[in-house]
Structures are given as C-alpha cells and as structure tokens.
C-alpha cells in the first residue's frame, strides 16, 4: 500500500509561482511513474504532468513551458514547480503513482488557486 500527501498549495496572484510536493511512502517498489493531475472547479479531473522511471516528462499543452514536474529520490517526493499561473490553473491537484504496471495510487489533492 502506498500513501501519498500532497503540500505546498495555497493562493497565489497571476503570474506568481508554487511549487507542489508529493511526499510517497508505504512502499520499497520504484514507481513506473509519478504524475499529477488536477480538477478544476465544476470540471473532471485532467492530466497536467507526468515523470516516467526512466527520465522522459509528458506535459499538457496547457502547462507546456510554465510547470515543471521532478522527483528526489532520496526524499521519495515528487515535485511540481508551476510558474506564471493564471486563473485557469485554479484547481485542485492530485498526485497520482502506478506500481507494477497496473495499480494506481492517489494523494488526497491540494488546492491552488490563483487570483487575478
């Protein structure tokens, strides 16, 4: 079993940056990715980054160039630097981890909201 807790959300004026972290723990596998996701008000749930084991990054278009996603190791923690928010990255966001190539994991989410 693998427990994730997201930190670092809070409100933030546009243009502004956080930076997310994503605390694992509950287990010695090495994740076949770490990820983060995010549902914004009234809408699903929607991918935004993604850190695959072997070093290759996804993005959404939508954060292509402003957000940022990395891992340490050591720490077991998974980060997601978001620079130049706008009121449209205003979500909740989740972190997300698969093991063994099928099970999924969630953390409980923070909220980041973004002010004009």
């Known amino acids: 079993q693998v427990q994730l807790v997201e930190s670092g959300g809070g409100l933030v004026q546009a243009g502004g940056s956080l930076r997310l972290s994503c605390a694992a723990s509950?287990?010695?596998?090495?994740?076949?990715?770490m990820a983060w996701f995010r549902q914004p008000p009234g809408k699903q749930r929607e991918f935004v980054a993604r850190?695959?084991?072997?070093?290759?990054?996804e993005y959404a278009a939508s954060v292509k160039g402003r957000f940022s996603i990395s891992t340490d190791n050591a720490e077991n923690t998974a980060y997601l630097q978001m620079n130049g928010l706008t009121v449209e990255d205003t979500a909740v966001y989740s972190c997300?981890?698969?093991?063994?190539?099928?099970?999924?994991?969630w953390g409980q989410g923070t909220q980041v909201t973004v002010s004009s």
């Open positions: 997300n981890c698969r093991l063994g190539g099928a099970t999924d994991y």
């Open positions: 509950g287990s010695r596998l090495s994740p076949n990715y």
């Open positions: 850190l695959w084991v072997g070093g290759i990054t």
